[in-house]
């Protein structure tokens, strides 16, 4: 299970008039190991615990295993996650044949807002859509798992 995945920040909300579905996600982390993360998920009403191994050189790919749990499961496993929470809207809109995820932040990251495409292989293409900004594919910073540590109102 490799996920293949870029990253862009958003430069403007043009994005929510073409969004087909968003959710509020909630999320902690039990672990923010650089070599693996273990994350609890609140998506809506859904629970899930995930769990990461570490990025390819260029940040494109990892290991990724997911697997989905009681809403009451993950209320209580977010007692025992590390400090921080993340909270954020998630819009999906499809561009093309894909489909970005955005997410708008709010909380200790409010203002953030990026966009994440999946693909097949690395030498996927995509039409990039008007509000994609700059690629921030592999920096570390934007990891969810860093933004509990160093939130974006810290920069």
């Known amino acids: 299970m490799i996920e293949i995945e870029r990253k862009f920040l958003v430069i403007s909300d043009a994005f929510k ?4 579905k968003k959710t509020r996600i909630i999320q ?9 993360t273990v994350r609890v998920r609140l998506k809506g009403e859904v629970g899930y615990i ?18 989905e749990i009681s809403q009451k499961d993950a209320e209580l ?14 819009y999906e809109v499809k561009v093309g044949d894909h489909v970005f995820e955005v997410d708008e932040f ?28 700059e ?4 920096q570390v910073q934007y990891y ?3 933004l509990i540590k160093q939130p974006f109102n810290t920069w």
């Open 17 to 20: 008039s073409k969004a087909l």
């Open 28 to 36: 902690g982390f039990l672990n923010t190991h650089k070599e693996r």
């Open 50 to 67: 995930t769990v990461k191994g570490i990025s390819s050189a260029d940040g494109l790919s990892r290991f990724e295993w997911e697997k």
């Open 77 to 90: 496993l977010f007692k025992l996650c590390e400090p921080g929470v993340i909270d954020k809207m998630r």
């Open 106 to 133: 709010y909380g200790d990251n409010e203002g953030l807002v990026v966009a994440e495409i999946e693909l097949n292989a690395i030498t996927d293409t995509f039409e990039k859509p008007v509000w994609l900004g």
């Open 135 to 138: 690629e921030v594919t592999g």
């Open 144 to 146: 969810n798992s860093q």
